[in-house]
Nanobody
Framework: EVQLQASGGGLVQAGGSLRLSCVAS????????IAWFRQAPGKEREGVSC????????YYADSVKGRFTMSRDNAKNTVYLQMTNLKPEDTAVYYC??????????????WGKGTLVTVSS
């Protein structure tokens, strides 16, 4: 069974940093792109970042470019989202998701439970 477990959320002041982790199991991690999404209260889910398989190409939403960095450790079946200079508008539940293929554009086919990030002003 595919499992994606996100962790690392919490309460942080504006300007602060957090690192989210997502540990995956139940599939060949190296073969798939992985993404981070977020959903703020009352808003639609939005894509934050995605990293393709082993070549590590990453993609970011304009709203987080220059502040967030996504990486993956295939030996640990884990992806990370380093978030810096956090803003109150970054407050959301963050989810990691598995792509149906090796590329981010292949579309997501499995979602994990989220971790809540709250940024206070």
């Amino acid at each position: 069974e595919v499992q994606l477990q996100a962790s690392g959320g919490g309460l942080v002041q504006a300007g602060g940093s957090l690192r989210l982790s997502c540990v995956a199991s139940g599939f060949t991690f190296d073969d798939y792109a992985i993404a981070w999404f977020r959903q703020a209260p009352g808003k639609e889910r939005e894509g934050v970042s995605c990293i393709s398989r082993s070549d590590g190409n990453t993609y970011y939403a304009d709203s987080v470019k220059g502040r967030f960095t996504m990486s993956r450790d295939n030996a640990k079946n884990t992806v990370y989202l380093q978030m810096t200079n956090l803003k109150p508008e970054d407050t959301a539940v963050y989810y990691c998701a598995k792509s149906s293929g090796s590329r981010c554009r292949d579309g997501m086919d499995w979602w994990g439970k989220g971790t809540l990030v709250t940024v206070s002003s």
